[in-house]
């Protein structure tokens, strides 16, 4: 139990991964264009600032004349601007403030030092004079970055409000989801109904489709349980009650005649008892079982065949029945050597059954399909109706015109045995014998 919860909650969650990474792509990508908008702003703003210099300088070429005298604004202006203009002479005609720039100007834009102040400087040379435009760096900075926090701003006021949309956006789409598991989780241990597939996204309606065919399989093999619990119980029931009497009678025998009689029919209702719990306790193993795999080990069909036809012997001769087989010929299946052993044992034994005295039973490996091999079963006996030939299959059922006893279980074995090796059973009649003919298709391997 702490285990189980401890790995709930170490594992991860769809909706916080999908928030996570997405909100963090749109964070980094806001940061990447606020970034990229800063830069591309600062850059604008000082293209701007050099044309206002230069448009400046064009607009003061009608300004003071050669030879005018020197004029001063007494003005310090807070734009950061300095204008000087001098004439053909180097006379200087004109001064704004109380900077001074440096009397050699260089055409065009360049950056000065002076006073421990930087300056961008635009110098143009006319026919009467020369104007210098100056503005102080630190203060043009100032105004650029505002300029840029200006244009990064409707991103920072977007970001946040994508990342709420995000938010909504993924968890509306995973509402079904988590109607889904509440939907699994508030029902019974014992409901196995399907689950809604109402308003579920493409990408979960596979799993909810495996989940329902889950349940189903589920409860066919409740069902299957159920039936096989209530069939055994019937089955028991009679042989118990059986030897009750017998384990009675022979309490009363009144003559030692009449005790070996009871005696024996006790001792043959114990061995019918062990016999129908010991077929019970194969069938629920073979059920149990995992399908023969890979790992496989091959083992060859006729030798398992010509074991199964040896313990057969037996009965055949005391039924005066003639057993014989056909092609035995080597070939190899992976298995489990005692299932199969215990499945054509079933197949003679129920063939044997059936088959009256003088009659013949048959068995043979046949290689018609590649890569299959067909183990053959056939009897002279009455055969099997073919409405009946899917029900026989089924446990404890024996068909109503049967003259022989039994407990129902062999061919419910036989096929439990040949699912687990992946092989197809099927019932006909027999072309050349006239009465049941079982044929089991196993898959072929190479023996290593």
Partial sequence: MTSAS??????????????????????????LQALSAYRGALQQADEMFDYHLQQMAYSLRGGPALGTPFLEDPRDTASG???????????????????????????????????GTQYRVYSLQTAYQTIQIAQDMSARTARARALAFRAMLPMALMAPLLLLILWWVIRRSLLPLERTRQQVASRAADDLSSLSQVGLPDEVLP????????????QTAFDAQKSFVAHAAHELRSPLTALKVQAQALSRAPDEGTRTLAITRLNQGIERSIQLMNQLL????????????????????????????????????????????GDLAPVYIRCDGDAVLILLRN??????????AGG????????????????????????????????????????????????GLGLAIVKAIAERHHATVRLGESPTLGGLRVEVRFPVVQPR
């Avoid at 790995?7 to 999908?18: A, E, P, Q, V």
């Avoid at 069909?301 to 029945?321: E, G, K, N």
């Fill in 6 to 31: 401890t790995k709930i909650k170490t594992g991860h969650s769809l909706r916080r991964r999908l928030l996570v990474s997405t909100m963090t792509a749109v964070v980094l990508a806001a940061l």
């Fill in 81 to 115: 601007y300095v204008i000087q203009i001098w004439g053909p002479n180097g006379v200087q005609l004109f001064r704004s403030g109380h900077s001074a720039l440096p009397p050699r100007a260089v055409l065009g834009f360049s950056d000065v030092q002076l006073q």
């Fill in 207 to 218: 799993l909810v489709d495996e989940l329902n065919l889950l349940f189903a399989r589920v």
């Fill in 282 to 325: 194969l069938l629920a193993r073979q059920g149990a079982d995992d399908p023969i795999g890979a790992d496989g080990l091959p083992q060859d069909l006729a030798t398992l065949t010509q074991r199964a036809l040896t313990d057969a012997l037996p009965q055949a001769q005391l039924a005066q029945i003639d057993l014989n087989s």
């Fill in 347 to 356: 197949l003679l034994e129920n063939a044997l059954k059936y088959t009256p």
């Fill in 360 to 407: 013949q039973v048959t068995i043979e490996l046949n290689r018609v399909d590649p890569g299959y091999v067909k183990l053959l079963v056939q009897d002279s006996g009455p055969g099997i109706p073919t409405p009946e030939r899917a029900r026989v299959f089924e446990p404890f059922y024996r068909s109503p015109d049967s003259v022989a006893t039994g407990t």
